[in-house]
C-alpha cells in the first residue's frame, strides 16, 4: 500500500466513527491519551507500568485518572502471569450526571494473558480478576469483577498494523454485567520498542454508550545486563 492509501483508511474510519458517534446516548465526544509499558527486568520478569488520563470530552472535563503497575513473570513468549495495584481517580461530577460522586479506588488484581498467531492475524486472550477498594464521599466498599478481553492485531507492512479488541466486565456481585468495550484502531511502529495507536473506543453499559478516541503510547524497555 502506499502512503496515500493509509491516509484513505485513516479518514475512513474516522468519518465511520463519526457516523457511529452521532447515534449514541452522549452528545459530547470523550478522549483517553494512554501510555503503555513493559519494563523487562531478567528474562522472566518484567514490571508493568500504565498511566490513563480520561476525559469527558477530547480535551477538557477531567473524568479519570488510572495508575497501573504489576509484575510479570514470563512462563513463555506466548504466556504471562501477572499480579498488579492500581490506584484510579474518578471525578463523578460531569453535567449529564449531577448525582455522582467523586471516587478514589486502590485495586489489586490478578491477570494471564495468551498469545498464538494464525498466519499473519496475532491474538491475545486476556483474562483478569480484580478485588476493587473503593471510597467515594459518603461511603467505602468493596467490589470484585473478573473481565475477559479479545484482542487481534494485523501487521499491514513492517511499520503499520490493526488493532482490534472486544471486553466484556463480569461483576461478582450483583447487578452481573458491569460493561463491554469495543475497539478499533490504526497504529504505527516508530521502533521495535515504541508504537503509536489512534483508534475508537465504544464503552457500553446498561442504559448507557459513550463514544471515546484514544490516543495510546506503548514503550517497552529492557533493564537486562548486556551479555
Do not use: C
Request: proline share 1%; aromatic share 18%; net charge negative.
Amino acid at each position: 500500500m502506499t502512503f496515500r492509501t493509509y491516509i484513505s483508511v485513516v479518514t475512513f474510519l474516522l468519518i465511520t466513527i463519526t457516523t457511529v458517534a452521532q447515534d449514541t446516548g452522549e452528545d459530547d465526544w470523550g478522549a483517553w491519551y494512554m501510555y503503555f509499558g513493559t519494563n523487562q527486568i531478567s528474562d522472566k520478569l518484567s514490571i508493568h507500568s500504565e498511566a490513563q488520563f480520561r476525559f469527558y470530552e477530547v480535551a477538557s472535563s477531567f473524568n479519570q485518572l488510572l495508575l497501573r503497575t504489576g509484575l510479570n513473570y514470563h512462563i513463555n513468549d506466548n504466556a504471562i502471569a501477572t499480579l498488579g495495584y492500581g490506584y484510579i481517580n474518578t471525578d463523578g461530577t460531569f453535567e449529564d450526571f449531577p448525582d455522582e460522586e467523586n471516587s478514589n479506588e486502590h485495586r489489586i488484581f490478578e491477570q494471564f494473558i495468551l498469545k498464538n498467531t494464525v498466519g499473519k492475524f496475532k491474538f491475545e486472550h486476556r483474562y483478569r480478576l480484580e478485588q476493587r477498594f473503593i471510597d467515594t464521599q459518603t461511603n467505602n466498599f468493596t467490589e470484585h469483577r473478573a473481565r475477559y478481553r479479545l484482542q487481534l492485531t494485523y501487521p499491514i507492512n513492517e511499520k503499520w498494523f490493526l488493532n482490534v479488541y472486544d471486553e466484556v466486565f463480569i461483576n461478582l456481585q450483583e447487578p452481573i454485567f458491569g460493561q463491554n468495550r469495543l475497539y478499533g484502531a490504526v497504529g504505527y511502529t516508530v521502533k521495535s520498542n515504541f508504537s503509536v495507536q489512534l483508534g475508537y473506543l465504544k464503552n457500553h453499559f446498561t442504559g448507557a454508550n459513550f463514544d471515546r478516541l484514544q490516543l495510546g503510547i506503548i514503550y517497552n524497555t529492557d533493564f537486562r545486563k548486556t551479555k
